[in-house]
């Protein structure tokens, strides 16, 4: 059996398995996604079993940066990495460890909180701000350098100190309640529904996964309108980058999830099986709006012309 070059084999994959039908996917699929996905990849991967039976899917939650590090850090393999940002993809994994990303899905940024949460009755979307810096009141985020979830938590911050006119608001609330930050938002649902804080900066559709509530925010802080991308472009922040000691500068954008098939894929087949149920409008995109995720597409890709045949009808050239 000769052994393509992976890259080459992932586009060969997906020209075979537009002729083949169920039978011809197979073994295992490892799959490394944002911990903001756990709930929706588990029903999509459960639904892709019953088309493809013979396939095994294993899956990884983690922060969307620390899953790419598994892959350039740790020479780790999967089949599918699916970030809750798709500019990891394309600032941590291109050229070397990726050839392209899709665009598939966005989110918004939102307070999620309970019942029982310190002045639960009281938060507004025009005084969230004051009420987080309360002592009384603790808040969770996660790491920045670890998830998305966390750099956008500082934009919405920063962005929230323009829109309220409130100078020096975003480093007030970064600074307080650092205790409580941990790799991934997913990380502080058990800290918020015990009582251990009283709110947590997280995507509207983890909160809504999880019966929350949660407390919308202003379109121009929320991360959530494309019409603002120039706007969310105005903050920025440094994470760390690919190298030890190194940094990066972040820049606010409209929260948009990506998806590619690593180079080093060992199931390239499955994978644009996969791939392809997740991109599927009435498939996996059903399912991602059905847990509060909108669809996004067909979305302009920069890589577009290394997408694999079987896939560039999901993404459109710019």
């Not at 291109?94 to 307070?111: L, Q």
Request: net charge neutral.
């Amino acid at each position: 059996m000769s052994i393509l070059p992976v890259s080459r084999s992932v586009v060969c994959a997906g020209a075979v398995l537009l002729s083949m039908g169920p039978e011809a996917v197979s073994g295992d699929l490892m799959i490394f996604h944002a911990g903001s996905l756990s709930v929706p990849i588990k029903e999509v991967a459960e639904a892709f079993r019953r088309e493809h039976p013979s396939v095994r899917i294993l899956c990884e939650a983690a922060g969307s940066r620390e899953c790419a590090r598994k892959l350039t850090d740790l020479g780790r393999a999967c089949d599918v990495l699916v970030s809750a940002d798709y500019a990891v993809i394309d600032n941590m994994l291109m050229p070397d460890h990726a050839d392209w990303s899709i665009k598939f899905a966005g989110n918004e940024m939102v307070i999620a909180y309970t019942d029982e949460s310190a002045l639960a009755g009281k938060i507004t979307r025009d005084n969230w701000h004051e009420v987080l810096l309360r002592k009384d009141v603790m808040y969770g985020r996660s790491d920045p350098n670890s998830d998305p979830c966390g750099y956008r938590t500082i934009f919405t911050a920063q962005l929230a100190a323009r829109h309220y006119g409130v100078p020096g608001l975003a480093e007030r609330i970064m600074e307080k309640d650092r205790r409580f930050i941990r790799p991934k938002e997913t990380d502080l649902l058990a800290l918020l529904e015990t009582g251990a804080i009283d709110y947590l900066f997280i995507y509207r559709s983890v909160a809504e996964q999880h019966d929350l509530r949660w407390l919308s925010l202003p379109d121009e802080i929320n991360l959530k309108r494309p019409e603002f991308a120039a706007h969310y472009r105005s903050v920025s922040v440094e994470i760390s980058g690919n190298a030890p000691g190194a940094f990066v500068t972040q820049y606010g954008e409209p929260m948009i999830y990506g998806v590619t098939i690593p180079k080093n894929a060992p199931n390239p087949r499955a994978a644009i099986a996969f791939v392809t149920f997740l991109l599927e409008r009435d498939k996996g995109l059903a399912i991602l709006e059905r847990n509060g995720q909108p669809g996004v597409v067909p979305s302009p890709s920069a890589s577009y012309d290394r997408i694999p045949e079987a896939l560039k009808r999901f993404a459109v050239k710019p």
